[in-house]
C-alpha cells in the first residue's frame, strides 16, 4: 500500500459490558471488512500492537496504516440502550457512519441485527404509507418516571398518547407479554410502533416510543 494513514485503535471493554467494533470500508468499491486485530490486505496493515493485561479489563491499542480510499468505521452502543436506536432511516445510519447507504446496511446487520431489522421495518412501513400519501409522520411519545402513587394507580398498564402536528391523537398500548418494550400503536387506524428507546431511571427509568402516523384524510 502507498500513501496510508495511520489510525490508532483500542478494543478493550468499557462500562456497561460494551465492546467497540472497527470496520474497514471502501465507498468506491462498495466493499467493508471487519478488523479483528491482523493486517486486511489492501484495506489496513496492524503497524503496532500494544497489550495491557488487566483481567476483564485487558485490552489491545493497534496502530494501523490504513489506505487511501478506505474510511474507518468506529462503533459502540451507548451505555443504556443499543447502537443507532434513534435513527429513523438508513440515511441516518449512513450519515453517521460515514458510508454508502449499502455499506451501512452490510455493517449494521453484521454487528446490531435488531436495529438493522428496526430501520429495515421503518423503512418498508414508510414506502407503504407513501403509496397513499408522501407525507406520513412519526410521532415521539416520551413517559416515566412515576410517582408511588401513580404506579399504584396503574401508570405503567394505561395507554400512552401524543399528537400529531395537525392535532390527531396518537395512542399506544403495553403488550401483555413484552410491556413496554414491545407496545403497540392503536391510534389513529394504520399507525406502527416503528421504535422503542429505554432510558434507565427512577420507578422504571423512561421510554421514547416512535409512532409512525399515517397522514390524515384531508392531508393533500
Not at 29 to 41: C, H, Q, S
Not at 42 to 50: D, K, N, P
Not at 96 to 107: H, K, P, T, W, Y
Request: glycine share 10%.
Amino acid at each position: 500500500m502507498t500513501n496510508e494513514i495511520l489510525y490508532t485503535y483500542n478494543d478493550g471493554r468499557q462500562p456497561g459490558g460494551r465492546r467497540p467494533r472497527l470496520w474497514l470500508a471502501k465507498n468506491g468499491d462498495g466493499v467493508a471488512r471487519k478488523f479483528t486485530g491482523n493486517d486486511i490486505p489492501g484495506f489496513a496493515i496492524v503497524a503496532s500492537q500494544e497489550f495491557r493485561p488487566n483481567g476483564k479489563w485487558s485490552n489491545t491499542t493497534y496502530r494501523l496504516m490504513i489506505a487511501r480510499g478506505v474510511t474507518p468505521v468506529y462503533m459502540i452502543s451507548p451505555l443504556h440502550g443499543i447502537w443507532g436506536q434513534d435513527f429513523l432511516s438508513w440515511g441516518e445510519a449512513a450519515a453517521e457512519l460515514g458510508v454508502s447507504d449499502a455499506l451501512a446496511r452490510q455493517i449494521v446487520a453484521a454487528e446490531y441485527p435488531d436495529t438493522a431489522a428496526r430501520l429495515d421495518k421503518v423503512e418498508a412501513e414508510f414506502a407503504r404509507l407513501a403509496e397513499a400519501s408522501p407525507e406520513p409522520e412519526v410521532v415521539l411519545i416520551h413517559f416515566g418516571s412515576p410517582t408511588n402513587r401513580m404506579i399504584e394507580e396503574g401508570f405503567w398498564e394505561t395507554p400512552k398518547e401524543g399528537e400529531t402536528t395537525d392535532g390527531r391523537l396518537v395512542r399506544i398500548v403495553r403488550d401483555d407479554s413484552e410491556g413496554w418494550h414491545k407496545p403497540r400503536a392503536v391510534e389513529p387506524e394504520g399507525s406502527v410502533v416503528v421504535g422503542v428507546k429505554k432510558i434507565p431511571g427512577h420507578h422504571g427509568g423512561w421510554y421514547e416510543v416512535q409512532v409512525l402516523v399515517p397522514p390524515g384524510k384531508n392531508t393533500h
